[in-house]
C-alpha cells in the first residue's frame, strides 16, 4: 500500500495549540521538548499505542517530531496506515529550535537538543 509522498510540516508552522507526539527516547526527551507534548519513546510506541489514542484530539491532526525527522517519519506512516491524520515534522527538534520555537524541560534547566 503505498500512500504516497509523507505529509510532512515544517516547524515553524505546527499550530501553537497543536498537538504534538514526541517520539526520541527519554535522554532526549530530559534535555528539551515541546511543553503539552506527550511522549512515546519509538522504542515503546506499539506496546503504548493506546496512549496516543486516548490523548489525540478525535478531529485533529497528530504533529509527530524526533531529533531530525527520521523516527517520526516512520511512526507517521504508522499512524495514516491506523488511519490517523499524522504529518511529520519537518527538521524535528533542530528545526523546531531553530525557528525559535519555545522548549521545557521537566528539570526547569535550560532546554537544548540532545
Known sequence: MNLGPLPSVDAAAVPAEGFVLDVREDDEWAAGHVDGAL???????????????EAAPQDGRVHVMCRVGGRSAQVTQYLLRQGIDAVNIDGGMQAWEGAGRPMVTDSGNPAFVL
Request: glycine letters at 6%; a negative charge.
Open 39 to 53: 511522549h512515546i519513546p519509538m522504542s515503546d510506541f506499539v506496546a503504548r499505542f493506546g496512549e496516543l489514542t
